[in-house]
């Protein structure tokens, strides 16, 4: 049994806040993502769980117990750090062996774990290497290794894959995840590429200059993004916002701005009333929910002109300008427009996101 | 270099199948462009150092072949190796040694010792800056000062640390500079003094290169304070104690201005060096011939010392097991 509970918890460094009035409960064999840009204070929240940073007010606990003043080397904790942290004058073998040197783990036992380790991460030919003569990726999963040779309650990953090429990294996405999977242990992710807590997290927790936004399911975070920031984070590419008014005449409540006026449903309308929303607003909707036809003839409701197009292989995605806005639009690949000739958009207003223009909070 | 090394390729690459290989290696390999032109630009330096340098030494074996006249107009006699053979027969010769031995490995042990201590306790303190530079404070003096300065502490009618010890009762009777083994721990404390503050700021600069994130993975691997430091900081500042141990045997076998100004030698040889020893044949019996021989021979040691020290405390990352030729 391990879960994390941080309460109430601020960190100052100097003048600086870094986290604010943060609360998460990470469940027990959770996988939690702490997501967010650089600088949102993602490690200095993984640095204090680790026990590495003084905690500047609030709680957190381990199970039941208080570990506030609870050294990092009791906390029975594995951690990946961001730049590694190898240590130069040791093997990798020596390295991924010395967690189990502190446990009083006979030598045995730990040629056992460590080549089991090894294995598993593909470096056993690279066991009596000095860090120096690995490459980016190498070191990483030294790294990595180094934390799962124990069995330790909360495996806590800073970054961990971030200095990898693209493919070794969505290699070692499927890898860490089905290793979590695999040990069953309470994990806490550090990340800022969306894609890595979208696809590996039980739950993600998205901050933003220390603080937490929202706590949820990838569905959750992707579907139902409590604020503007959230939606923008999430998703790749990210959602296209519009500035529009709300206009009521008679029954019917639309959105409306120079180049489109969208006739809201029912649900929608009911969800407008209940926050009291009224005049300017912010509508907010992701590529996938976007249609583009090229051609004069579209027979889409919105005019639009192409920006650019680029072609992902299977997919293509339109960049089109609706007046001075610009949207995205991704769509199976077709052929591709010219800059400046014209194309029809249509969009699926079941998909709508609507954000309070001042606050960016959530509507719907 | 790491680059070069062929002997496995990484994992992630032998999974792929029908890839283009390369398996022959190039016949020049790991060869460095040509650099000749830095000679050139050498050249003034090295002409200028052989002949402050070389000329000095290229005499040394010259009177270390023969036996030095020193009335005018006297030309030397060729001795041949006599010099060198004599000495395996003189005591004095070999005593020297090992009290040098002796000396040298006292004043090291403990300043390695107590400058790392210092170090450690002043690392990242808030009057760093203001402790440093008062324990520098010695290291500024003229070991010659330094050695009347101990003298006159060491004093047994006036001296502070004679009535110190007296006082505590270690010392019964006698002087500390007219006592055997007194004598050796007094020469020993006095370099102790003076060059533990240079050995606690090499450390210092080490200890700040020691990287933040390292010390932390050892934490989190289970080490406490103790550990950490042996099993992490420790390696990381060989580099640093290897220049700091350096400096200091050489000097060890270099200096005598505090051990000739404090008993010359005494009592009854017990700090008779051979550093002293060399100046005793040398300038009181003046045989130079047989003081060059001497001096080749420390010379020679001191020499080979160094490499030694280099190649045990070669920085262990940088040794890297290259399979191409080298
Ligand atoms: N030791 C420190 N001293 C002072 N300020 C710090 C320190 N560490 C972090 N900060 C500040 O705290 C804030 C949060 O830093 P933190 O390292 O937690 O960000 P992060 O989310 O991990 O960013 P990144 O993705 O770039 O690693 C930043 O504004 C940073 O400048
Ligand atoms: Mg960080």
Redesign the pocket.
Known sequence: MATVTITDVWKY??K?M?VKDLNIDVRDNEFLCLL?P???????TLRMIAGLEFISSGDIYFGDVRVNDVPPKDRDIAMVF?NYALYPHKTVFENLANPLKFQKMNRADITERVEWAAEMLQISELLQRKPVELSGGQKQRTAIGRAIVREPKVFLFD?PIAHLDAKLRSHMRGELKHLQRRLETTTIY?T?DQLEGMTMADRIAVMHEGVLQQLGTPGDIYNHPVNEFVAGFVGEPPMNFLDCRIERVGDSVSLVNDNIKLVLGGDQVRRLEEKSAAGEVRLGIRPDDLSVEMGRDHGFAIDAKIFVTEPLGGDMLVDAELGKDRVTVKRKIAEMGQPGEPCGISLNIEKLHVFDRESGEAIF | MAVNTIDSEPPELSAYRGVRRIDHTPHIFNNQPARYYLMWLLLPAILLLAAISLYPFVWLIYMSLHEVQLAPGKSDLWAGIDNFTRLFSDKSFARGWVTLFKYSALCLSVEITLGVLVAVILNNSRLEKLFITIFLMPMMMAPVVAGFLYMFLYNGTFGWYFWLLRSLGVLDGGSILGNKTWAMAGVVATDVWQWTPLIALITLAGLKRVPQEQLEANMVDGAGPLRNFFSVALPNLYPFLLIAILLRFMDNFRFIDTILIMTGGGPANATKILPTYLFDVSFKFFELGRGAAIAFTLLLLTILLGLALTKIFEDPTRKIKTSGTE
């Open positions: 460094y100097g600086t870094a967010g650089s600088g949102c204070g993602k490690s200095s961001e970054e550090v800022h």
